[in-house]
């Protein structure tokens, strides 16, 4: 049988070749398995195939669908055992469905990737996708911080879904270094603050830990911000260090799991934190 399809309809098999074809082009796949299994508690999907950051990327393949009941059991069971797979599914160009603009807001919702393909087997990408051990992230309010901030975090959260969490942790972690600088002028205006690593200090090039640090061990700390808890500005402080930490592909599907599960952590507690810090901003007395 043609491309090794046992449970695919046969019109749908050249959809299914162009999208072996973007795996390689794009991702640079070169061993793709056909409807095998990828864990005994999974549905199997139309291909699937080792990516090299070592997720799982698969793709089911339909004829005028993106989103279905069985694309939501996929990366339910995914998530409930930690698979770091990155789910597409393929439709033929041309022949969706009637409820396909609410799937497609589905699949975006749920990080999945959506991919048509025309009858010349060209394949273009409506929507990509982000391992499912990333997924469950908790979103931005970007109704707590301030308007100045917000379009710099929605780029930061639109980053971290379309696949690149460490840049879109670095991105609250911008705005938190800005913060963090635009207090110390302020307080440097006033004559405070005396542990800085320059003298006089850089305040644009000096790190961003040491103006952090220098703010938080400041004597009249508490004068500056009345009913403020020390620890608040501690978590500013250790926040400053995930963002110069390397980052490497892990070496396995398991590490890469491992270590999307920290991404995912950290980038909910740079929101809440940097949330924590405009309060804290908003009530000083600076």
Same mark, same amino acid.
């Given at each position: 049988?043609?491309?090794?399809?046992?449970?695919?309809?046969?019109?749908?098999?050249?959809?299914?070749?162009?999208?072996?074809?973007?795996?390689?082009?794009?991702?640079?796949?070169?061993?793709?398995?056909?409807?095998?299994?990828?864990?005994?508690?999974?549905?199997?999907?139309?291909?699937?195939?080792?990516?090299?950051?070592?997720?799982?990327?698969?793709? =089911?393949?339909?004829? =005028?669908?993106?989103?279905?009941?069985?694309?939501?059991?996929?990366?339910?069971?995914?998530?409930?055992?930690?698979?770091?797979?990155?789910?597409?599914?393929?439709?033929?160009?041309?022949?969706?469905?009637?409820?396909?603009?609410?799937?497609?807001?589905?699949?975006?919702?749920?990080?999945?990737?959506?991919?048509?393909?025309?009858?010349?087997?060209?394949?273009?990408?409506?929507?990509?996708?982000?391992?499912?051990?990333?997924?469950?992230?908790?979103?931005? =309010?970007?109704?707590?911080?301030?308007?100045?901030?917000?379009?710099?975090?929605?780029?930061?959260? $639109?980053?971290?879904?379309?696949?690149?969490?460490?840049?879109?942790?670095? !991105?609250?972690?911008?705005?938190?270094? =800005?913060?963090?600088?635009?207090?110390?002028?302020?307080?440097?205006?006033? !004559?405070?603050?005396?542990?800085?690593?320059?003298?006089?200090?850089?305040?644009?090039?000096?790190?961003?830990?040491?103006?952090?640090?220098?703010?938080?061990?400041?004597?009249?700390? $508490?004068?500056?911000?009345?009913?403020?808890?020390?620890?608040?500005?501690?978590?500013?402080?250790?926040?400053?260090?995930?963002?110069?930490?390397?980052?490497?592909?892990?070496?396995?599907?398991?590490?890469?799991?491992?270590?999307?599960?920290?991404?995912?952590?950290?980038?909910?507690?740079?929101?809440?934190?940097?949330?924590?810090?405009?309060?804290?901003?908003?009530?000083?007395?600076?």
């Amino acid at each position: 049988m043609a491309g090794g399809y046992r449970v695919l309809s046969q019109p749908l098999w050249p959809t299914a070749d162009a999208v072996q074809q973007f795996l390689k082009k794009n991702h640079g796949i070169t061993s793709i398995k056909v409807e095998e299994e990828i864990h005994k508690d999974v549905p199997r999907p139309t291909l699937q195939g080792r990516a090299t950051d070592n997720t799982i990327i698969c793709v =089911d393949v339909h004829e =005028d669908a993106c989103y279905t009941p069985s694309t939501e059991l996929f990366i339910a069971k995914c998530k409930s055992i930690q698979l770091p797979v990155r789910l597409y599914t393929a439709h033929v160009q041309g022949a969706e469905s009637p409820d396909f603009p609410r799937q497609l807001r589905q699949a975006r919702l749920n990080c999945v990737g959506v991919l048509s393909v025309n009858t010349d087997g060209i394949t273009t990408i409506l929507s990509e996708t982000l391992p499912q051990t990333l997924a469950d992230v908790r979103r931005l =309010d970007l109704s707590r911080f301030p308007s100045k901030y917000r379009d710099r975090l929605s780029i930061a959260q $639109q980053t971290y879904l379309q696949g690149d969490p460490v840049k879109g942790c670095a !991105g609250i972690h911008e705005v938190m270094e =800005d913060i963090t600088r635009e207090v110390a002028r302020k307080l440097y205006k006033k !004559g405070r603050i005396a542990a800085w690593t320059t003298n006089p200090p850089n305040l644009d090039k000096d790190p961003w830990y040491n103006i952090a640090k220098a703010i938080y061990n400041e004597p009249t700390f $508490q004068q500056f911000f009345p009913n403020t808890q020390p620890a608040i500005w501690a978590e500013l402080i250790a926040q400053t260090k995930p963002r110069n930490e390397a980052s490497h592909p892990p070496p396995t599907p398991a590490k890469r799991a491992e270590r999307d599960k920290k991404l995912r952590t950290r980038f909910e507690q740079a929101g809440d934190t940097l949330a924590e810090v405009v309060e804290v901003i908003k009530n000083a007395k600076i």
